[in-house]
């Protein structure tokens, strides 16, 4: 997926699913999707991760740290790639194969570094640390596309949103009965 189509479809969507570490991947996803959240990213650090990239289309994958987890999330069929921070031998092998990556951030000097290696929009990493405020004052001077991940939840969503991220990334707490239907009200 090119970073045109994939900033289109977060803008849309508001909401990405982390599954990091699920047993059950497939059940998983399927009530995720069943709520409504169709952007779900498995990171490579699951037991199965590319398999079920692989039977699962439309996937992201994530902790892609090293150019050869790029190489291996492209050949199972993931849209787009996100790591935790920006690793540049990551990005240039993303561009390379032509697959969005979104690298984490924090720093206004880490957020720009990202911007200017021709990401496709920033995962701002840990959000909670500094929280919705923290969003605003750093778009202030900064026109990115923010992707808030690390302690976002069906409560603060809707505040990240509101703060001006054009997405915000939930954990496996979509997994707890009725979050993600609490989530995905809260981010309409």
Request: proline share 4%; hydrophobic share 70%; net charge positive.
């Given at each position: 997926m090119t970073s045109a189509a994939l900033l289109k479809r977060l803008r849309a969507e508001r909401v990405v699913a982390i599954l990091r570490r699920v047993e059950d991947l497939d059940?998983?996803?399927e009530r995720i999707r069943a709520a409504g959240v169709s952007l779900i990213e498995i990171t490579l650090d699951s037991p199965g991760a590319l398999?079920?990239?692989a039977?699962?289309?439309g996937s992201l994958a994530g902790t892609?740290?090293?150019p050869g987890d790029v190489e291996?999330?492209?050949a199972a069929g993931a849209i787009?790639?996100?790591s935790p921070a920006f690793v540049p031998d990551v990005a240039e092998r993303a561009r390379a194969l032509g697959i969005a990556h979104i690298p984490g951030a924090l720093t206004p000097s880490e957020v720009v570094r990202a911007m200017r290696a021709g990401?496709?929009?920033v995962k701002l990493f840990p959000a909670a640390l500094g929280g919705p405020d923290y969003v605003r004052q750093l778009l202030g001077p900064l026109d990115v596309p923010l992707l808030a991940t690390g302690g976002v939840d069906a409560a603060n969503a809707r505040s990240f949103l509101d703060a001006g991220?054009?997405?915000v990334g939930l954990g496996t707490s979509l997994l707890r009965d009725g979050e993600a239907e609490r989530a995905m009200a809260a981010c309409r």
């Open positions: 059940g998983a996803i398999e079920a990239i039977r699962h289309p892609v740290l090293r291996a999330a492209h787009a790639v996100v990401v496709a929009a991220a054009i997405a």
